[in-house]
């Protein structure tokens, strides 16, 4: 049975035809599933965003926690401070949040063949048509108790679903790599040119020996404020700046930490949302069949796992793409008024110390990203079971 007659076999259900309210052209309801993981992705991308940025700044700069970060960009940027750079993630993000789950879902059964040969792994249940069709519950329980170790199958699930995580977020990352660079740029651009003038500043009244506010006036003409001296980039022009003065491959500044953090973040990912999904279902419905509550707890405890795992090498690739952007926004946007501010290198790639990545400063933003997690997980999943559940 092919995903169009699967998806047909589900939608002539009584109960089921009853509450759909859009229905796809023939042409695209083999790709029903992928196309509302992509609606869903989009809202939860544009929920969790705010959350997002807070994270990036709390990993590059320094702020005397969560509230202070939070007070702070409210204060000098106003409430669209915190969704400075949403465009870039809302196209990009949510894309690739369908094609994650997409390629997990399409590399399953290639995986499930490859650990076949090495031991009996569970069968792919929910995977019959290749597709996340069976995430949305038949209106007719047709699946039998379960009967044997649960442990058991719960631990020889989890080698499967990690490799196809793996090659899923390996098959994003390079996509997925210049986007979130000139998110970050976004969300920080004004933060690093607020600090440059601040230091800027400094310099001044260190080098002439006057006042502080004597040297504000020389950095900041006619009484203009930090902020006012700052025109924010847009996404597609921090792309340009890139391309311009450093070339193409400069939108991939940092990707090699990215391409770590993905495969290892996108295995762990996968693997404990099936392990955990499964685990629950089994304990409360006494069956590894999908559940909307067993999806909900999975999608947001995954993330969170997963999170806690890479977040030293997200912020090691955070802090290098600040350095990156530092350089680009204080070499090729100069401040209104005509304040001059010292222009830095292009940074090195930063060596990587496994010492370094237990560091306490490597965990700064970690609890509001771990809530952020969880919520874009829970938020994402809820929505798309729901959209499984309203269209055809």
Known sequence: MNSSELSQQLNDTPNKAQHIIFEYPESLKPYRPTLNSWFASLFAVAFGFPLDSVKTRLQTYKYNGNWHCIVDTYKNEGILGFYRGLMAPLISSSLMRSWSMSMFTYSKPYTHSFWSALYDPPPLIEYQAKTYEKLQPSDEKTTQPFSGSKIGYILRQYPVSFCSGMIAGISTSFIASPFELTKLGSQIELV??????ELEVVRVSGQTHVSPTAAASKVFPNGMKPEELVKPSGTFSIARKLIKNNGWLSLYSGYRYMFVRDAIGSGVYFGVYDSIRTAVSLVLFNTPEPHPVSVAIAGGLSGACSWVIVYP??????????????????????????????????PQRPKIELSALFNKAMYRGLGISLVRTSILGMTMFSCYEKLMKITA
């Open 192 to 197: 690093i040119r607020r600090r440059a003038l």
């Open 313 to 346: 090498l997200d912020t090691i690739k955070s802090r290098y793409q600040r350095d990156v952007m530092t350089y680009v926004f204080l070499k090729t946007a100069p401040m209104e008024g005509g304040a001059n501010l010292n222009q830095p290198a292009f």
